[in-house]
């Protein structure tokens, strides 16, 4: 099971583009992919998977809930939403802070929340005010000033985050305070608690994608914002507005959560939660035995998984995809810019024949028993702005040698490796990460089809790297990192800069086009108000990336999770973190 890395600005479950699941029906989500049998494994049904709980019974008093996080690692615990990085640390932070606004179902803000939203008639100007009821963990109201501090923090000089970002730059006189030549930002104003932002021009993703995660400023000013990602009150004793407080954390193993009586949509149906770490070879036995509640399950594990009489399995498409990156350069930490200075892929017919020798139909209905399916884009497929014209690369391995032939990688030594345009020996490394069953496997069927069409690719280190360590590897731009398969959970708003401009630091393969900027900013301009207009923009983002291929899209994925019959009130498709307020138990655990 490949870890997601999380991107977001306004979360998904995963965490990590703003539209509904597009084939959901009640309360089921539905397959546009028809049920597969092949020779070797029976296919699964993706439409038959329930997205909410079946139990409609009356929660018990005193109800306690164990969460299993699925991890082969531990958490790092930096648990707050401007600092981290890793999807482990956002499945804790999801039981005990949130964001203020609520979206409808096409992730629009929406006035439900801890928060109403008003833009202006221009959509320069949007103003939040936040509810009366909406309270720190620790009594303290939570104000426009809060609101304002993150911004604050994300947007200045000590921040080492990767969060700050070419939207928040559209503020006014953020450029200024980011540069250090102004002592607070211009264009947000604060009034207890309302707190309006003005932007330089309009961008239709603050209606999406606007930051509206708080930081407790009484409670996090003393430290100083160089040290704030390290401290304990992020670490050890963090505080939010979420439904469930933090009581005790074992670090990077296990959390215990208390409700908290005064969270603004009222009393959680639970009383306590206890997060822990559970290894994926043992998750569906923990379902099994009642140790665990909730947990998500492997597409190694589900045939084991729906054999269980004590637990229901929940399904939907993922805002998420798989893909294989080619690294092209490094980030430039001063200019805060990605520099193309790696030549090795810079033919893109290397790259594209790189795509068509590996046959990702076969490893989602052979390796994940149709729980995947090929990607053709980097917009998930559960939204309009996915550009359905645009095709998976099929496995086509004579088409791939035929490329390779034309950009001069010909086999010159004849022992079956291709050697490159100036005949010198052209070895790749691949860098994977571990986790589940299906982890090497997989890595070695991509490099035994790469070398079917005579390229040279080795797993790095002759091995997988955990999760840590592997994004250290691409982060620190590791010079022997050639290409890398990873993965990422994708945010509810469509704009796609903070993965692929030239200044995103989350941009690891390096790749920069000066069309593809072009787009991006045509994505998030004061004419893409007009839908069209931004889908037909988005469209054509796909077809460049599709014929550049910085990097190969590979998998999107059916994710699952295995619920244990006690539990009430789960829904799947919640993707914000309030779905724990409405979470109880009818019974005890036995």
């Known amino acids: 099971m490949m870890k997601i890395k999380s991107y977001s600005k306004v979360l998904s479950a995963l965490a990590i583009s703003s539209l509904l699941l597009a084939a959901c029906s009640n309360d089921t989500e539905k397959s546009s992919t028809k049920e597969k049998k092949g020779k070797d494994v029976e296919q699964v049904d993706t439409s038959l998977f329930p997205t909410k709980t079946t139990n409609q019974g009356e929660p018990i008093d005193g109800g306690h809930l164990t969460y299993g996080l699925v991890s082969d690692t531990p958490f790092e615990g930096i648990l707050n939403k401007v600092f ?248 430039d930490a001063k200019k805060a810019e990605n520099v193309m200075d790696n030549p090795k892929f810079e033919d893109k017919r290397l790259r594209q024949a790189m795509a068509y020798a590996i046959n990702n139909e076969e490893v989602g209905e052979k390796m994940y028993k149709g729980l995947r399916f090929p990607a053709n884009s980097v917009i998930t497929p559960n939204f309009k702005y996915n550009n359905k014209d645009v095709k998976p690369y099929e496995y086509d391995p004579e088409k791939a040698k035929k490329l390779l032939d034309e950009a001069g990688y010909v086999d010159t030594n004849k022992d079956g490796l291709r050697e490159d345009p100036d005949g010198k020996e052209f070895k790749i490394n691949f860098a994977s990460m571990s986790g589940g069953d299906i982890a090497e496997p997989l890595t070695n069927y991509y490099i035994q089809q790469w070398q079917e069409v005579g390229l040279d690719v080795q797993m790095l280190d002759g091995r997988l790297h955990e999760f840590n360590s592997f994004y250290d590897l691409l982060k620190k731009d590791n010079e022997e990192v050639d290409i890398y398969q990873a993965a990422w959970g994708v945010a509810s708003d469509p704009d796609p800069s903070g993965l692929w401009s030239k200044s995103a630091a989350f941009n690891y393969t390096r790749w920069v086009n000066d069309k593809n900027d072009e787009l991006l900013a045509k994505g998030i301009s004061e004419e893409a108000f007009d839908d069209q207009y931004r889908i037909d923009t988005y469209n054509e983002w796909q077809e460049l990336i599709h014929e550049e291929v910085p990097i190969i899209p590979t998998l999107f994925r059916y994710t699952t999770t295995g619920v244990n019959k006690r539990v009430s009130g789960y829904d799947y498709l919640a993707e914000r973190q309030y779905k724990w307020f409405n979470v109880g138990v009818t019974e005890e655990a036995k």
């Open 84 to 331: 981290y990085q890793g999807e482990p640390d956002n499945q804790v932070i999801t039981f005990f802070d949130e964001d203020l606004l609520d979206t409808d179902e096409n992730y629009v803000f929406t006035n439900d929340g801890a928060a109403s939203y008003e833009i202006s008639d221009d959509n320069k100007t949007v103003t939040l005010t936040i509810k009366d009821n909406v309270n720190w963990q620790d009594g303290k109201p939570v104000t426009g000033a809060d609101l304002e501090y993150a911004y604050l923090v994300l947007g200045s000089k000590d921040y080492k985050g990767v969060r700050y970002d070419e939207q928040m730059a559209l503020i006014e006189g953020m450029e200024e305070y980011h540069a250090g030549k102004a002592d607070s930002i211009s264009g947000i104003k604060v009034d207890g608690k309302k707190i309006t932002f003005t932007f330089k021009k309009a961008n239709p993703s603050v209606t999406t994608g606007l930051w509206t995660y708080p930081l407790h400023k009484e409670y996090l000013s003393d430290v100083p914002i160089a040290k704030l990602e390290s401290s304990d009150k992020i670490r050890k004793n963090p505080i939010g507005y979420g439904p469930f407080k933090v009581k005790k954390i074992v670090q990077g193993e296990a959390v215990e959560f208390e409700a908290f009586e005064g969270y603004h949509r009222g009393a959680p149906k639970l009383d306590s939660v206890t997060l822990k770490v559970v290894n994926p070879s043992v998750a569906v036995k923990s379902l099994e035995n009642g140790d665990i509640d909730v947990a998500s399950i492997s597409a190694d594990q589900f045939d084991q998984a729906k054999a269980l009489d004590n637990v229901e399995i929940l399904g939907k498409v993922d805002l998420a995809y798989s893909y294989i990156g080619f690294k092209f350069g490094h980030y």
